[in-house]
């Protein structure tokens, strides 16, 4: 399940670190009011229910000063960047102009907030200055102390109304299968199969089928000639997504007429810019010998993300072209602004590589690509970098399914 991060953002000694802890329920954060003392920021994990796991993360002041002031500021923006959800802390009954220019940045950088009016013990909010901020916002205003304390569940009610608004537009086949389509699935149970279930995006593509009133059949690689009696669609599949592993096999026997393709493409398309992805991942066919390659992993200790990445998509890509090319990698979801200011007319990628992202929001890999977007520089994905590489571009199955993800 994807874990949410919910960002904790404002001026210096609003009490951003004290309602980190009320929320969380214990002292994770220092609280002071010597003005900045929150410098990195704290990520504390905890459930809110009807949404499940969730980070909360502390940030320093959006108004912080001096030279090492101004680098906390840049990391509080940019986790709040990241976040799926910012809770804007104010204080004194009204907006400052940090604030003013706080909630601009998370507008442009569309992350949903909730502006927390604190310190209510102090200074209260008025009831005309809420209403208008509510409609100049557009968002919810809350009145909090966190000396009194009081409504923490009418806030972590909200929060939860906020996320799941994000969350119902997520499912693996949303916008492509309708209410009573067929689709099937083909999961083979082989040596990489976990013991006694499915894989994740199997599970979410199941779920997101029953969501949208269709109905799924699932069945492994040799069954799959069953499903089509005579090589024709007989039972009116719609799509069939099978496994990546177990697409050529698949293919040579579906009938060319239905779209088929994987998981992993289903997930990048629920993940990241696939428009992007898609025409990203046609640069491959005009890398130049000494170009270089930037392999975006987001999980940083998962030893078949790494194998992929790291050795299956170098080799392929180097097989493919027939050329000399460099591959770099950043793993985890660090900063990466380092690299990609690191050329002297626009970047020195000729091509990204995001991979499938299956620990983060989608929100973290539009943001850890935004940068290179920006520069022009072409991006693309694991799972379609692969399959362009396989030769699936080509097959007419795997044509329909793009068609079928791309026009509806
Ligand atoms: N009176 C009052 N003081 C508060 C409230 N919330 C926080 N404080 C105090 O304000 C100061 C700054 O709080 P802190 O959480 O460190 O603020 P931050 O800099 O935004 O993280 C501390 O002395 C807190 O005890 C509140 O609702 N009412
Ligand atoms: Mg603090």
New binding site residues.
């Given amino acids: 399940m994807e874990v949410k991060n919910i960002v904790v953002v404002?001026?210096?000694?609003?009490?951003?670190?004290?309602?980190v802890n009320m929320l969380v329920g214990q002292k994770v954060?220092?609280?002071?009011?010597v003005?900045g003392?929150?410098a990195d920021p704290v990520r504390k994990r905890m459930e809110i229910f009807g949404v499940g796991p969730c980070n909360v993360i502390?940030t320093a002041?959006i108004d912080d000063v001096g030279e090492l002031g101004v680098l906390r500021v840049e990391k509080s923006l940019s986790a709040a960047g990241y976040a799926d959800l910012a809770l804007v802390?104010f204080t004194g009954g009204g907006l400052t102009e940090d604030d003013r220019r706080l909630i601009k940045v998370l507008k442009e950088k569309r992350v949903p907030f909730i502006l927390v009016h604190?310190?209510?013990?102090?200074e209260s909010l008025s009831d005309d200055v809420l209403a208008a901020l509510a409609e100049e916002c557009g968002c919810s205003v809350v009145r909090?102390?966190?000396?009194?304390g009081g409504n923490v569940d009418e806030l972590l009610g909200l929060i939860a109304e906020e996320l799941n608004k994000l969350h119902k537009s997520k499912g693996l086949l949303d916008g492509i299968v309708n209410e009573g389509d067929r689709v099937l699935f083909v999961c083979p149970i082989d040596g990489e199969a976990p013991e006694g279930r499915l894989i994740l995006p199997e599970v979410m593509g199941i779920r997101s089928v029953l969501d949208n009133r269709g109905v799924v059949t699932v069945c492994q690689p040799l069954e799959v000639s069953g499903m089509f009696p005579m090589g024709k669609n007989e039972y009116g599949f719609k799509l069939v997504v099978c496994d990546s592993q177990a697409f050529k096999e698949v293919a040579s026997v579906v009938p060319s007429d239905v779209p088929l393709g994987s998981f992993s493409i289903l997930l990048a398309r629920l993940k990241g810019p696939f428009e992007m992805y898609l025409s990203g991942v046609e640069k491959i066919a005009s890398l130049s010998d000494g170009d270089r390659v930037l392999i975006l992993e987001s999980c940083s200790h998962r030893s078949t993300c790494e194998d992929i990445g790291r050795v299956k998509i170098p080799a392929l890509m180097r097989k493919v072209t027939g050329k000399k090319l460099e591959f770099e990698f950043v793993s985890g979801v660090d900063n990466i602004e380092g690299v990609v200011e690191d050329g002297e007319n626009g970047s020195r990628y000729a091509l990204v590589v995001q991979c499938g992202g299956c620990v983060v929001t989608s929100r973290v890999i539009r943001e850890r690509l935004r940068p290179f977007v920006e520069k022009g520089v072409p991006v693309t994905n694991y799972g379609l970098a692969l399959a362009y590489m396989n030769g699936l571009f080509t097959v007419e199955g795997f044509k329909r399914f793009l068609r079928l993800l791309t026009n509806f």
């Fill in positions: 404002g001026r210096r000694n609003v009490g951003k670190s004290s309602l954060a220092i609280v002071s009011d003005a003392t929150t502390d002041g802390v604190n310190q209510e013990d102090i909090f102390s966190c000396t009194i």
